[in-house]
DNA sequence: GGGCATTGCGCAATTC
DNA sequence: TGAATTGCGCAATGCC
């Protein structure tokens, strides 16, 4: 129905520029999404020189007011306002898979320190029964065959210095 | 190239309130960059059905339109715009930050996985020296003081198998 | 050059 | 009452 929009260009001047715009929107008496509907008046790019001086670039500007009224024009304008919709939704979610993201690590690290945790536990109670033994077999007899000592398990280096192995 | 017809959905339609207005500014170029400066036209506040039928409101609109080229709205929206360009500024520093969150924790778990397979190994290991150990002791005498037994050592079980405990 | 995607920005409504 | 958020449209720009 009614198309608003057939305003003529209505002036371009050199420095500034004058825009009118009608507005006519429709209230539909929404409930929830209250965002009203506006529009934008554009002002060709920040050229022209208020300030008077020179002589009148060689303005580029020809149209680019004119179309505003195009049927082109303003389809073009829906398509875009549509894919920033789009492009606002995706960013939106990435944001929010990465904030996702974040606490699955955190509790992913959480396991895998407790899991160190326990390791390192058995480690040390394997140890100390190890030197318990060895100690035994000082105190009473001299080693059977010779397998193992106090030795053998002190030097491993387990407090998180990297060996350069691999 | 898809859809997009002639519909309308959102903006322009028909009765509502018609704004005019007259851009003659000399915009100050902006910050960075050559973002154009452009100017919105508003829509008033979406009240009084211009079909006119039952109720209406009580006219809330007083100024609305006439406080455009106030000097008061000109600070507000001034104002605001500080705001709203602040509160973007840090909601992307924001995601920034998120994401170089999600890189270390990533670092970090690949840390701890690393430890904990030296740790297993560790333990592998020792348990394999324990078991040698034991059979020595068998083949040759009998326990000294009695201190440890394979089984004490093969029922930990690291085979990854999660256990249900927390 | 056309077309979608991004991005910066201003406006207004809403939240706090 | 004012700052902070948020949804939205416009235009410039990036990128095929």
New binding site residues.
């Given amino acids: 129905m009614s198309k608003q929009s057939q305003q003529k260009p209505t002036s371009t001047d050199q420095n500034g520029v004058s825009v009118i715009q009608i507005q006519a929107h429709s209230s539909t008496s929404n409930s929830t ?13 920040p050229v022209s020189p208020g300030g008077g001086g020179k002589a009148t670039p060689p303005s580029k500007m020809k149209k ?2 004119a179309d ?1 009224d195009s049927d082109e ?2 389809q ?17 979610q990435k944001a929010l898979d990465t904030q996702q993201r974040v606490n699955e690590l955190k509790e992913e690290n959480e396991r895998l320190e407790a899991k160190i945790k326990l390791l390192s536990k058995e480690l040390s109670v394997l140890k100390d029964l190890f030197l318990e033994h060895a100690h035994n077999l000082a105190d009473n007899v001299q080693p059977p065959t010779a397998a193992i000592t106090a030795g053998d398990l002190c030097n491993n280096n387990n407090s998180g210095s990297n060996n350069g192995s691999q």
């Fill in positions: 999404g209250a965002t009203a509907g506006l529009q934008q008046v554009p002002q060709l790019v680019t007011i505003k024009y303003r073009r304008r829906e398509r875009n306002n549509l894919a920033v919709k789009k492009s606002r939704m995706r960013s939106k």
